[in-house]
């Protein structure tokens, strides 16, 4: 019995100290999905489980145009899987150009890539549910993006500013579009295929070029 029990506080110790082993960290090792493409190493993130974390943006003084985004991560002996990208990761980061996200994240944070108005390519995955207010906000190099049937939601100005764009077709899965979510997109021409059940925010399509309900 004393064995059995010193083996079980020694298994609920290690268990607990993965979060507290650093809040914050850099990989040590990394891959993409079963692709086995290289992940961009100068990336940080944040424990947020026992096994699973968030994209923080950049180390300290590091930047790069091109972002891929691991869908594991290995810190301190132990593997994360990276499930969210963190508020502000990316935010104001011009010189970036395209950015791919893994099938494990499932929502993309608040303001995550606002003000990257060098971006322009991002992939969403279908495994990204929810899409943060702001979180796209200002990226003018976009031209297009695809919103996967997976997303429910399309947070507060999500793409506002985006001048960018010229089409934008949001599935029938969304449910909720935020106030302002597509203000000032001037040349966008939208298509809405969910004509009964989604909530549109106050002025979600002011000064785009046209709004199309399927």
């Known amino acids: 019995m004393g064995k059995t ?3 079980t506080i020694a298994i609920a110790l290690m268990v607990l100290s993965i979060p507290f082993c650093t809040r914050w960290f850099s990989t040590v090792g990394y891959y993409f999905s079963d692709e086995r493409e290289q992940a961009t190493s100068s990336l940080k993130y944040r424990v947020t489980g026992t096994s699973t974390v968030q994209v923080a943006g950049f ?3 590091q930047t790069e145009k091109t972002i891929i985004i691991p869908e594991k991560a290995i810190c301190c002996g132990y593997l994360f899987t990276v499930t969210s990208i963190r508020w502000h990761a990316f935010h104001g980061c ?5 950015v791919k996200i893994p099938s494990s994240v499932t929502k993309i944070g608040w303001e995550a890539f606002s003000g990257c108005s060098g971006l322009t390519s991002v992939e969403i995955p279908t495994s990204v549910t929810e899409i943060g207010g702001g979180a796209f906000s200002g990226c003018s190099g976009l031209t297009s993006v695809e919103i996967p049937t997976s ?4 947070g507060d ?10 089409s934008v077709e949001i599935p029938s899965s969304v449910t909720k579009i935020g106030w302002l979510a597509f203000k ?3 040349k966008l021409d ?4 969910n004509r009964a059940d989604v909530e549109i925010g ?4 002011e000064g785009c070029k046209s709004v199309t309900w399927k």
Not at 157 to 166: K, R, V, Y
Request: aromatic share 8%; glycine share 16%.
């Open 5 to 7: 029990i010193k083996i």
């Open 59 to 61: 180390e300290e003084g």
């Open 94 to 98: 011009s010189g970036m150009t395209s």
């Open 151 to 154: 997303v429910t939601e399309i």
């Open 157 to 166: 100005g999500a793409f506002s500013g985006c001048s960018g764009l010229t």
């Open 184 to 186: 000032g997109c001037k």
């Open 190 to 193: 939208i298509v809405i295929d």
């Open 202 to 205: 106050k002025y979600a399509f």
